[in-house]
T-cell receptor, first 118, second 109 residues
Framework: EAGVVQSPRYKIIEKKQPVAFWCNPISGHNTLYWYLQNLGQGPELLIRYENEEAVDDSQLPKDRFSAERLKGVDSTLKIQPAELGDSAVYLC????????????????FGPGTRLTVL | QKEVEQNSGPLSVPEGAIASLNCTYSDRGSQSFFWYRQYSGKSPELIMFIYSNGDKEDGRFTAQLNKASQYVSLLIRDSQPSDSATYLCAVLNDYKLSFGAGTTVTVRA
């Protein structure tokens, strides 16, 4: 079974430029998450989708960040314009509905996109 | 106060010893508790989960949960060099998973 797929793996951009990250969750996982992980810190949730609906975007900085999951499968996270402080690893994760999961709440993470803003 | 706090580390243990990792959480309504392992430059992977008070053992790993004290721990017995990684404690509350900053473990051969 394929895991969570993310691209690109690495991205280097100048500040004020736009950037986009793509995620394809594990087949059958209806819940998708975007996290930001700074060096030496745990992942911090940016947004959670149930199918195509963003059910928790309270931590997403909406002035510059946006996300979409139009058909309830893959998702895109965008930053426009990027700032120096946005340099981090952006992780995508997915999970089954709790009632179907062997470990309800378990999230499966993709390899992440390491963003460097110069 | 952070939602999830872990002992800061780094923790260095000799091969074959027990590594003990601690985690406290602030929300008494938290439902489920997870330990993820993250190798350098890699993504987190689940190694243990626990829902009920007490101990849960899986191979060389034992998770302990005390909801009254809002405390979760992970013991790694017979530590191996391959256990060298950062261990993240995560707490689930209303579908939101909150992570601690992680404890980095180094197992000395």
């Amino acid at each position: 079974e394929a895991g969570v797929v993310q691209s690109p793996r690495y991205k280097i951009i100048e500040k004020k430029q736009p950037v986009a990250f793509w995620c394809n969750p594990i087949s059958g996982h209806n819940t998708l998450y975007w996290y930001l992980q700074n060096l030496g810190q745990g992942p911090e949730l940016l947004i959670r989708y149930e199918n195509e609906e963003a059910v928790d975007d309270s931590q997403l900085p909406k002035d510059r960040f946006s996300a979409e999951r139009l058909k309830g499968v893959d998702s895109t996270l965008k930053i426009q314009p990027a700032e120096l402080g946005d340099s981090a690893v952006y992780l995508c994760a997915s999970s089954l509905e709790h009632r179907l999961a062997g470990a309800p709440g378990e999230q499966f993470f993709g390899p992440g996109t390491r963003l460097t803003v110069l | 106060q952070k939602e999830v706090e872990q002992n800061s580390g780094p923790l260095s243990v000799p091969e074959g010893a027990i590594a003990s990792l601690n985690c406290t959480y602030s929300d008494r309504g938290s439902q489920s508790f997870f330990w993820y392992r993250q190798y350098s430059g890699k993504s987190p992977e689940l190694i243990m989960f626990i829902y009920s008070n007490g101990d849960k053992e899986d191979g060389r790993f034992t998770a302990q949960l005390n909801k009254a004290s809002q405390y979760v721990s992970l013991l790694i017995r017979d530590s191996q060099p391959s256990d060298s990684a950062t261990y993240l404690c995560a707490v689930l509350n209303d579908y939101k998973l909150s992570f601690g900053a992680g404890t980095t473990v180094t197992v000395r051969a």
